[in-house]
């Protein structure tokens, strides 16, 4: 079992797809996890095993085999509701093309995440404010998704993130449908909010987002690679090093 400051634990993650008569390991057995307060890239080329793992990182699939711990609870024993409820309360997400409702506002669209969870009226409007604020959109709060820029959408969507304080931010190639000098505002609020406290694992194929975090960690067909350079090396908190 991870120890208390971790947040995010993997054990032995294995992923098997089947695809017609072809078997497909798209994971072989990843272990790695992360602390309360990191900053964490996952890189990887094409077909590495990226995408599948932010699917179970998010608690979107199911491994094949292995174990994810979340706040040490172990999500692969738990059925489909405990894990949406885990998901909707420890997991904040950002994603590349930033999945805000058009018809909604600024404000309406950070207040989902608080419907889901049942928090009250009054106070999901004072939490979603507070986000926002944080996010430099108090300005912005009622206007729709089309009224605003690529990178004020991204910042609502970070806001919508924050508004439930989870365990962890995960972002999926943060800047990916940004220009480059908004792509750096960007990541420039994300390395703010993880100085705050924020926990923040971001996956990415670009070296330049990667260059913000504590630590990166390297897939290749379906593996953790060890080693790299500098603050690009891949620094794996195993099982032993949980035992300490």
């Known amino acids: 079992m991870p120890v208390h400051d971790v947040v995010l634990c993997l054990e032995s993650v294995s992923k098997r797809y089947l695809l017609g008569k072809t078997v497909v390991d798209a994971l072989r057995g990843v272990d790695f996890s992360v602390r309360k307060g990191e900053f964490v890239a996952i890189m990887g080329p094409s077909g590495s095993g990226k995408s599948t793992l932010l699917g179970i990182l998010g608690l979107l699939d199911k491994p094949t085999g292995g ?106 190639e943060p800047t990916g449908n940004l220009d480059s000098k908004t792509g750096k505002e960007i990541m420039n609020l994300f390395k703010e909010l993880n100085a705050e406290g924020k926990t923040i694992v971001a996956v990415t194929h670009d070296e330049a987002i990667a260059s913000y975090a504590e630590r990166v960690i390297h897939l290749r067909d379906g593996l953790v690679e060890e080693g790299g350079k500098g603050k690009h090396a891949s620094k794996l908190v195993m099982k032993r090093t949980l035992k300490k």
Not at 95 to 117: I, K, R
Request: a neutral charge.
């Open 67 to 172: 174990k994810v711990f979340i706040d040490g609870s172990d999500a692969t024993s738990l059925g489909d509701d405990k894990v949406s409820l885990l998901r909707a309360r420890t997991i904040g997400f950002v994603f590349q093309f930033f999945f805000l409702v058009p018809s909604l506002t600024a404000l309406e669209n950070v207040v989902l995440p608080l419907m889901f969870l049942n928090v009250e009226r009054g106070e999901r409007e004072r939490l979603a404010s507070n986000a926002l604020e944080r996010v430099g959109l108090s300005g912005r709060m009622h206007h729709r998704p089309s009224e605003l820029s690529g990178g004020e959408r991204q910042r609502c969507a970070i806001a919508r993130a924050l508004v439930t304080n989870p365990s962890f931010i995960l972002a999926d």
